[in-house]
C-alpha cells in the first residue's frame, strides 16, 4: 500500500514539475516573444529610419548636384559673357623694388568703342609703294633718324633716333603747312609698335615743329604735346591716365601693335589705346594748329614702328546728314587691303550706326560700298559688294532687324574725290548709309 502511494506521490510530482515546467516555459516564450517583437520592431524602425535616411541623402544629392549644375551653368554662363582673358608679362614696381609675373589681363574687346573719325580725309599714309632706307616720302624731318622699313610682315616708319625734348620727329607734308591746317574738329590715328621696354613712348606735339615755329606766340609748340606710352598717356597740365587693369608701377612687357585714335572737339580732347578711352580732357586749353610725331629714342636699343596714318576733319553728327542728304559717308569702316574683313578700329562707327537705328526704329538703309581705282573693275565690283555685305552682316550680329538692311557694291563706279593722291584714294574708299 505504502509503495502504491509513493508511485501515486512521484507521479503527481511529476504532473505537478510538468505543469510548473510547462508555466515556466510558457513564461519564458512570452518573453522570449515579446523580446523578439521589440527586437523585430526595433530593427524594422530601424530598416525605416535607415531607408528614410537614405532616401533624404538621396534626395539632398540630387540637390546637391542640381544646385552644383546650376552653378556650373551658371558659371559658364557667366564665363561665356565675361571679357576673354590671356596672359601677359607684366613688370611690377613697388617700394623701389622689381618683379616679373605672368598675369591674366582683359583681352580687347570693342563693343563700347565709341571713337568716330572725321569724313573729310586731309592727310593719309599706308606707305604703299615705299622703299626700304629711304626717308619716308610724304613726311618732313625736324630732327632725328627715320627710315622706310618692313618689319612685323608691313611697311613701317622706323624710329631709329629721336630727341623728342624740345622739338623733334617728323611732321607730314602739306600744302598750307605754315598754317593752321588743324580745323575745330579733327581726329588722327595711327598703330605705334611698342617693345619689351616700358619705358618706350612716342611724343606728339599739336603743333608743325618744322614750319609753325612762331604760328603760336602765347601757346608755343613746347607746350603742345601728349605722351603716348604702352598702356597710359600723359601730357601739359594733366596727370597719367591709364589703360584699363594698369595703373602706376605696373608696366607690360609684350611686344604688341596698339591702334592710338584722338579726337578734338573745338576745346575737348580724347586719346584711344585700342578698344579703350584712355584720356578724356573737357578742356585742353590751346588750339592745336599741327603735327609731329617721334619716338624718344637712342641709335640701336629701343626703336620704334608707326604705319597707318589718317588726318581727317570732323563731321557733323551723322544722323543730322540723313536728315539733310538723305544718306551719311563714312570712311571710318575700314577693311583689310584686298579683303572684305572689317578692321577692329571701325567698330565705333558701327556702333555708332546701331546706336542710331535702335533710337530711329524707323530707319531702313541700303549698305552701299565703295573702293578706289586700285586694281581692275570687276575685282573692285566684287569686293565693293563682299563689303556692303560685311558690315551690313555686322549691323544684324548685333540686333538690327535684317528687314532694315539691304546692302550693293559700286565698286570704282561713283568716285568722291581724285584717285592720283592717297587721300583722294582713301576718300574713295568708303562705305555710304543711304536712307530707304
Same mark, same amino acid.
Given at each position: 500500500?505504502?509503495?502504491?502511494?509513493? %508511485?501515486?506521490?512521484?507521479?503527481?510530482?511529476?504532473?505537478?514539475?510538468?505543469?510548473?515546467?510547462?508555466?515556466?516555459?510558457?513564461?519564458?516564450?512570452?518573453? &522570449?516573444?515579446?523580446?523578439?517583437?521589440?527586437?523585430?520592431?526595433?530593427?524594422?524602425?530601424?530598416?525605416?529610419?535607415?531607408?528614410?535616411?537614405?532616401?533624404?541623402?538621396? =534626395?539632398?544629392?540630387?540637390?546637391?548636384?542640381?544646385?552644383?549644375?546650376?552653378?556650373?551653368?551658371?558659371?559658364?554662363?557667366?564665363?561665356?559673357?565675361?571679357?576673354?582673358?590671356?596672359?601677359?608679362?607684366?613688370?611690377?614696381?613697388?617700394?623701389?623694388?622689381?618683379?616679373?609675373?605672368?598675369?591674366?589681363?582683359? =583681352? !580687347?574687346?570693342? =563693343?563700347?568703342?565709341?571713337?568716330?573719325? +572725321?569724313?573729310? /580725309?586731309?592727310?593719309?599714309?599706308?606707305?604703299?609703294? *615705299?622703299?626700304? +632706307?629711304?626717308?619716308?616720302?610724304?613726311?618732313?624731318?625736324?630732327?632725328?633718324?627715320?627710315?622706310? &622699313?618692313?618689319?612685323?610682315?608691313?611697311?613701317?616708319?622706323?624710329?631709329? @633716333?629721336?630727341?623728342?625734348?624740345?622739338?623733334?620727329?617728323?611732321?607730314?607734308?602739306?600744302?598750307?603747312? @605754315?598754317?593752321?591746317?588743324?580745323?575745330?574738329?579733327?581726329?588722327?590715328?595711327?598703330?605705334?609698335?611698342?617693345?619689351?621696354?616700358?619705358?618706350?613712348?612716342?611724343?606728339?606735339?599739336?603743333?608743325?615743329?618744322?614750319?609753325?615755329?612762331?604760328?603760336?606766340?602765347?601757346?608755343? %609748340?613746347?607746350?603742345?604735346?601728349?605722351?603716348?606710352?604702352?598702356?597710359?598717356? *600723359?601730357?601739359?597740365?594733366?596727370?597719367?591716365?591709364?589703360?584699363?587693369?594698369?595703373?602706376?608701377?605696373?608696366?607690360?612687357?609684350?611686344?604688341?601693335?596698339?591702334?592710338? &585714335?584722338?579726337?578734338?572737339?573745338?576745346?575737348? !580732347?580724347?586719346?584711344?589705346?585700342?578698344?579703350?578711352?584712355?584720356?578724356? %580732357?573737357?578742356?585742353?586749353?590751346?588750339?592745336?594748329?599741327?603735327?609731329? /610725331?617721334?619716338?624718344?629714342?637712342?641709335?640701336?636699343?629701343?626703336?620704334?614702328?608707326?604705319?597707318?596714318?589718317? %588726318?581727317?576733319?570732323?563731321?557733323?553728327?551723322?544722323?543730322?546728314?540723313?536728315?539733310?542728304?538723305g544718306k551719311f559717308v563714312t570712311t571710318g569702316i575700314q577693311f583689310d587691303v584686298n579683303k572684305a574683313t572689317i578692321k577692329s578700329e571701325s567698330a565705333g562707327t558701327i556702333n555708332?550706326?546701331?546706336?542710331?537705328?535702335?533710337?530711329?526704329?524707323?530707319?531702313?538703309?541700303?549698305?552701299?560700298?565703295?573702293?578706289?581705282?586700285?586694281?581692275?573693275?570687276?575685282?573692285?565690283?566684287?569686293?565693293?559688294?563682299?563689303?556692303?555685305?560685311?558690315?551690313?552682316?555686322?549691323?544684324?550680329?548685333?540686333?538690327?532687324?535684317?528687314?532694315?538692311?539691304?546692302?550693293?557694291?559700286?565698286?570704282?563706279?561713283?568716285?568722291?574725290?581724285?584717285?592720283?593722291?592717297?587721300?583722294?584714294?582713301?576718300?574713295?574708299?568708303?562705305?555710304?548709309?543711304?536712307?530707304?
Amino acid at each position: 500500500m505504502k509503495s502504491i502511494k509513493l %508511485i501515486f506521490f512521484v507521479l503527481f510530482a511529476c504532473v505537478l514539475a510538468t505543469s510548473a515546467q510547462g508555466q515556466f516555459l510558457e513564461k519564458v516564450a512570452k518573453k &522570449a516573444q515579446k523580446k523578439a517583437e521589440q527586437v523585430v520592431e526595433s530593427r524594422t524602425v530601424k530598416k525605416v529610419e535607415n531607408t528614410v535616411n537614405a532616401v533624404l541623402d538621396k =534626395a539632398e544629392e540630387g540637390a546637391s548636384d542640381a544646385t552644383t549644375s546650376d552653378d556650373k551653368k551658371n558659371s559658364q554662363s557667366s564665363k561665356s559673357k565675361s571679357t576673354t582673358t590671356k596672359k601677359e608679362n607684366v613688370l611690377t614696381v613697388e617700394n623701389g623694388k622689381t618683379s616679373q609675373q605672368e598675369t591674366e589681363k582683359p =583681352a !580687347l574687346t570693342w =563693343a563700347k568703342y565709341d571713337f568716330v573719325p +572725321g569724313s573729310e /580725309i586731309i592727310f593719309e599714309d599706308n606707305l604703299a609703294g *615705299e622703299q626700304n +632706307g629711304e626717308f619716308p616720302g610724304k613726311w618732313d624731318l625736324v630732327q632725328g633718324n627715320f627710315e622706310n &622699313a618692313s618689319f612685323d610682315g608691313s611697311n613701317v616708319i622706323y624710329h631709329i @633716333k629721336c630727341n623728342m625734348n624740345g622739338g623733334g620727329g617728323i611732321v607730314p607734308m602739306l600744302k598750307n603747312a @605754315k598754317a593752321d591746317y588743324l580745323p575745330e574738329e579733327f581726329t588722327i590715328e595711327f598703330d605705334a609698335y611698342f617693345t619689351e621696354n616700358h619705358g618706350g613712348n612716342y611724343v606728339i606735339y599739336f603743333g608743325d615743329y618744322k614750319n609753325q615755329a612762331k604760328l603760336d606766340k602765347e601757346y608755343p %609748340i613746347g607746350k603742345k604735346w601728349i605722351r603716348i606710352a604702352k598702356n597710359s598717356v *600723359e601730357g601739359e597740365n594733366f596727370e597719367t591716365n591709364y589703360y584699363p587693369g594698369y595703373k602706376s608701377g605696373v608696366y607690360d612687357k609684350t611686344p604688341k601693335w596698339r591702334h592710338v &585714335a584722338i579726337s578734338f572737339n573745338k576745346r575737348a !580732347l580724347k586719346v584711344y589705346l585700342d578698344d579703350a578711352r584712355v584720356l578724356n %580732357i573737357p578742356n585742353l586749353g590751346y588750339n592745336p594748329t599741327g603735327f609731329s /610725331i617721334g619716338k624718344q629714342s637712342v641709335e640701336g636699343k629701343d626703336p620704334g614702328y608707326t604705319k597707318n596714318f589718317r %588726318i581727317a576733319k570732323g563731321a557733323v553728327p551723322l544722323y543730322d546728314k540723313i536728315l539733310s542728304d538723305g544718306k551719311f559717308v563714312t570712311t571710318g569702316i575700314q577693311f583689310d587691303v584686298n579683303k572684305a574683313t572689317i578692321k577692329s578700329e571701325s567698330a565705333g562707327t558701327i556702333n555708332y550706326v546701331v546706336k542710331m537705328m535702335q533710337d530711329h526704329p524707323e530707319l531702313k538703309f541700303s549698305v552701299e560700298g565703295h573702293t578706289d581705282s586700285d586694281g581692275d573693275n570687276a575685282s573692285n565690283q566684287t569686293l565693293s559688294q563682299k563689303r556692303a555685305e560685311a558690315v551690313k552682316n555686322a549691323l544684324v550680329k548685333q540686333g538690327i532687324g535684317a528687314e532694315r538692311l539691304t546692302s550693293k557694291g559700286w565698286g570704282e563706279t561713283k568716285p568722291m574725290a581724285g584717285n592720283d593722291t592717297p587721300e583722294g584714294k582713301a576718300q574713295n574708299r568708303r562705305v555710304e548709309f543711304v536712307k530707304q
